[in-house]
């Protein structure tokens, strides 16, 4: 890989900052604002989701707004969401000034990274190539009867190469507040419980599964307050930090302090290497047996150990036959609060041209009285899951109390052409469509244009006649009973004579594919939401996902979860 030329890259450097309210991401900007050895003019975006911005209040207090520093207030919305477009302008504006030699964004503590990352590359632009500017305005909610000509001159901006022309994400920052870490990390709370009105209550996501993701796809992890820790529980962290994210620099630290030089101007940041970097990915890629000499000198292969210190160890869960949809859900339903996405239901649109001049008080009660009535149903939802007694299932059953995450792809009978994606941390698991299998793809689709060795590399997941479905899955966790987990997982695979009765439908000639799925959901009992076919339009993201380089979130706007109950 060549050497990027760091010396003229006269881009906008940016530090992009991470982490939950009180990881303490303020007093880490007030400490780079304060400090004056790093010699750098800095310009900073401070993002908070409350209708008031306290980050941006507290610096001001401290008369830290000097000629060298901007600081630019977003206010009502969360970087990752609402103030994309916001976020855009504002950075676009800062590189163009050329007064500043850094910018550093604090995003709120409901953002994901891997979103805001995804701004500053080259395929965010590209993904819109050739759309009009008029189209890109459309695009970022910016057409309101009177565009400001700075917002015209961002879609111009986005539609010739965007930030990435100008700026360059150089370090993604997370911060871990070791006091909350652990509970965070088997939590039942999502967003709305923690944040109520600050947050959209059309967001279902939850504590556990965002804080996963903040770890995950950050290059520099702070490990912060710990001072406040004892050193059994700041072990047990840092190595779990370290099982989900292998290729992170972690740095202890105290009141946020740390060496400057860790997260600014490292030029360490590759968004392939931190949206492949996390650890379940990593532990696909490994071979999961070691080699060892024994007491006569011969070398053989044995499986790695599955202990490490403190207990924090992985390993891999693989099968080359498909669950029982049924066997699956009761294996799962018990220990875990199970999340699916529900397909969206499309909205009659017919005549809304003509209500144009509706009553705009009207409009806003109703939006409000919806979301009150959302509020409520979600209520609803969560109590009649209990899910304080599933977090009290999990922690007392031998097979799932050391699981703290894993994630993978799922075969499911009833679903013979699509993957499943199955994600979980703490209580919380996802399960919800992937793309087609490969082996469903004609080859002259398969991403890489034909290259060669993406072909030979998406072969190695083929095997036998049903190509490359499998269940491949990584389990995280504290003192693992992998034997009590292989043996729950084999438990659910198809027994020999459903095996037998479902490749007997696959094989048969006189059934189309409608008419095999259409039997064999009514052979296998499947409660399941249902899965969009993507069969024929397969996205190069998806298919890379699909094969151990890393699954994006910018694939798809995200659909409505939906919590599953009995």
């Not at 105290?254 to 968004?271: A, C, Q």
């Not at 294996?331 to 041209?353: H, K, M, R, Y």
């Not at 189309?512 to 249902?530: C, H, I, P, S, V």
Request: aromatic share 6%; net charge negative.
């Amino acid at each position: 890989m060549p050497v990027p030329d760091t010396q003229n890259d006269k881009r906008l450097p940016v530090t992009l900052l991470s982490g939950f309210l009180g990881s303490g991401k303020t007093t880490l900007l007030s400490y780079i604002l304060k400090s004056k050895d790093h010699g750098l003019r800095c310009a900073v975006i401070v993002n908070d989701m409350g209708p008031l911005n306290i980050d941006a209040s507290l610096i001001k207090s401290h008369k830290l707004t000097q000629k060298e520093e901007k600081i630019v207030q977003m206010q009502n919305g969360c970087i990752c969401c609402t103030l994309r477009a916001d976020l855009l302008e504002e950075v676009a504006n800062l590189a163009e000034m050329r007064s500043f030699d850094y910018l550093i964004i604090e995003s709120s503590g409901i953002s994901e990274p891997i979103q805001v990352a995804e701004t500053f590359t080259p395929e965010f632009a590209e993904s819109i190539e050739g759309t009009s500017i008029k189209e890109i305005e459309e695009s970022l909610n910016l057409i309101d009867g009177s565009i400001p000509e700075i917002r015209k001159k961002l879609a111009k901006l986005i539609s010739e190469g965007g930030l990435s022309k100008i700026t360059k994400l150089d370090t993604c920052v997370s911060m871990v507040d070791c006091t909350t870490f652990l509970n965070d990390f088997d939590t039942i709370d999502f967003l709305t419980d923690r944040y109520g009105q600050d947050v959209n209550p059309e967001d279902e996501r939850n504590i556990t599964d965002l804080l996963t993701d903040q770890i995950e796809f950050a290059n520099v992890i702070l490990l912060n307050k710990i001072d406040l820790v004892n050193k059994d529980q700041l072990v047990k962290i840092e190595n779990l930090v370290k099982t989900l994210n292998p290729t992170a620099k972690i740095i202890r630290t105290t009141y946020s302090r740390v060496d400057l030089k860790e997260i600014l101007n490292t030029n360490l940041f590759d968004f392939v290497t931190a949206a492949t970097g996390a650890g379940w990915l990593q532990s696909l890629r490994e071979n999961t047996l070691m080699e060892i000499t024994d007491a006569k000198g011969n070398k053989k292969m044995v499986p790695k150990p599955e202990t490490l210190e403190y207990g924090i160890s992985s390993f891999v869960y693989t099968a080359r036959r498909p669950f029982h949809p049924r066997r699956l859900w009761e294996v799962l339903s018990s220990p875990f609060c199970i999340i699916q996405n529900a397909e969206e239901e499309e909205e009659d649109e017919e005549g809304e041209e003509d209500d144009g001049q509706e009553d705009e008080e009207n409009v806003e009660m109703e939006e409000a009285k919806s979301q009150v009535q959302r509020l409520e149903e979600m209520k609803a939802e969560k109590e009649a899951l209990d899910l304080p007694s599933k977090l009290k299932f999990k922690k007392a059953s031998p097979v799932w109390k050391g699981v703290l995450r894993s994630k993978g792809w799922i075969w499911m009978a009833t679903r013979p052409n699509l993957h499943g994606e199955w994600s979980q941390a703490g209580v919380m698991c996802t399960i919800e469509g992937g793309g087609p299998w490969m082996c469903e793809v004609p080859e002259e689709q398969w991403p890489g244009g034909g290259d060669q060795e993406t072909i030979d590399a998406i072969k190695l997941d083929f095997m036998g006649e049903w190509g490359d479905r499998r269940q491949e899955l990584v389990f995280i966790g504290q003192e693992l009973d992998r034997n009590l987990i292989q043996k729950t997982m084999d438990e659910t695979l198809l027994t020999d004579d459903e095996w037998a009765q479902w490749q007997k439908i696959m094989k048969s000639k006189r059934l189309g594919a409608e008419k095999k799925a259409e039997k064999l959901f009514n052979t296998f009992d499947d409660g399941w939401e249902a899965w969009s076919e993507t069969l024929g339009e397969v996205e190069e993201d998806d298919t890379k996902g699909h094969n151990h380089a890393g699954h994006s979130h910018s694939e798809v706007p995200k659909k409505k979860a939906k919590i599953a109950s009995e």
